[in-house]
């Protein structure tokens, strides 16, 4: 509804990362609508009214690779993630380049990532998350992708494993119990099975 929407000024003389506090109740997500001029979008941040002690950061465009996100401007992201000092980071990527991204060039991906992380807050503890599996998922590199996130955690004191697969269930285990809204993507019943499984082990390490 248009009474719904907010109009955000983000004017300055110089192109900076600054913050913008926007005062409202979401449910679900914050949808942006339009932007005009120079403007980019670091991340929302979501304090939920459940887990008041935690403020949740996220933003996400759909269908972005980790090797598009990577080829961003790598100075912003340390500045962002210096601003930001997140206590703890849930690292899922993957899934939109397990077709095209070779195994080799998502580890440096990976680890560019996790650098740019490292520096801004190095203290942050970093989950890499294992994808749910879609249908096609021996077909692609997620096989190799997961041997690359299950070394650095082992190799690494602050980065820990999650995956859903094993935490969870494989792809037939999502589409039996009916989990899935298509053949990539779990429905509204299997992330909110995923985020209480996830958010389980997010207390266990912190």
Sequence with gaps: MFSNKLK?????????????????EVSDR???????????????????????NDVVNTFAKGGVR?????????????????ILKPTTYILNAGMNDKNNIKPAIFKEDLNSFIDDLKHGAPKCKIILVEPNESNDYKATY?????????????????????????????????????????????????????????????????
Excluded: C
């Design 8 to 24: 955000i000024s983000t004017k300055a003389k110089n192109f900076e990362i600054g913050y913008t506090e926007v005062e409202t």
């Design 30 to 52: 914050f949808n942006i609508d339009s932007i005009f001029g120079k403007v980019v979008l670091f991340g929302l941040n979501f304090k939920n009214l459940t887990f008041k």
């Design 66 to 82: 980790l090797n598009e996100i990577i080829k961003l401007d790598k100075n912003f992201r340390r500045q962002w993630f210096k």
């Design 142 to 206: 997620m096989p190799e992708y997961r041997k690359i996130r299950e070394d650095l955690s082992r190799n690494n004191k602050n980065i820990f494993y999650y995956s859903i697969p094993k935490n969870i269930g494989v792809y037939s285990y999502f589409v039996d119990n009916k989990m899935m809204l298509d053949k990539v993507h779990p429905n509204k019943k299997g992330n909110e099975i995923i985020g209480k499984s996830l958010y389980d082990f997010f207390e266990k390490i912190r």
